[in-house]
């Protein structure tokens, strides 16, 4: 299958490796052209951590270095299915998503990889609604196992199952959504941000001292070290999202802490300071 990946970020790029591993033909997608050069040495690094491990042979990273594309020209992206992984707000989604229809038409399959903006309101802004549907990945992508496929109200059987066979085909395990505010992973580990931030914002402890105790117990990464990874600024987007979408439920409130990171451009580890600082 030829796979469009839009945007090369944190998750774009992760997303389209393991297509390119798969063997789909990919197109990687970003407007910005440091970020595009910054994924092709992210994947490479990755591709060959994975030889390290004895994952990957040196055939299958020159197979799926042929089958990767970067570029910042939309009118490249002419493929059969798209994963849009830009930044998550409505109206800058529904622009891409607009010009990509002109460029693919209606038989092309347009999934976003959103974390929380509802598929349905993606479709009901797009000219061919019936084909979108949600394929969210989990960060980082090319690790991760699970990916949620989500079925707007409008979304045709026959997208969902593509989706499912194409989820299949990149080695994932799979699991169908319904359309609702945070899917199923996000909506359950929206308390784990915004607990840890309540503790931190009561001075109880600090957020390595949090970390550290969450780790303890058995998690990979606290809160912080989590945020950190996925992006302050995306985190901060979905939970306020989400928060909206629940009806301003309290559970949900956005925290001034990470307000305040995101504005000052502390992204985290994209950015070299988040909660922590990074080399
Ligand atoms: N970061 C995570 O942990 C995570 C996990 C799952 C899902 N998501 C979702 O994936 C999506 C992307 O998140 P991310 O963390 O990779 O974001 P990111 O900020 O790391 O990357 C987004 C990329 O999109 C590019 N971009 C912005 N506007 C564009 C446009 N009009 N055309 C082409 N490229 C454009 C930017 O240059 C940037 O490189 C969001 O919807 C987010 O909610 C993120």
Known sequence: ???????AGVMGRGIAQVSAMAGHKVV???????????AKTAVTKNLNKAI????????GKRSAEDNMQYTNSIADVRVELIIEAIVERLDVKTKVLADLAEING????????TSSIPLTQIAANFVYPKQVVGIHYFNPAHIMKLVEVI????TSPEVVKVALEYVKSVNKTCVVAKDAPGFIVNRVARHFYVEGLKILEEDVASHDVIDDLVRASGFKMGPFQLMDLIGVETNLS???????????DQKFRPNRIQQKKAQAGYYGRKSGKGFYTYE
Not at 28 to 38: G, K, P, T, W
């Open 1 to 7: 299958m030829k796979v469009g990946v839009i945007g």
């Open 28 to 38: 990687l997608f970003d407007i910005n052209h440091e970020v595009l050069e910054a």
């Open 52 to 59: 390290e491990l004895g994952k990957l042979s040196e055939e």
């Open 106 to 113: 209606e038989s092309t399959i347009y999934a976003s990889n």
């Open 151 to 154: 079925s707007a109200e409008q």
């Open 238 to 248: 979905v939970t306020e999202s989400m928060y909206k979408l629940f009806n301003y």
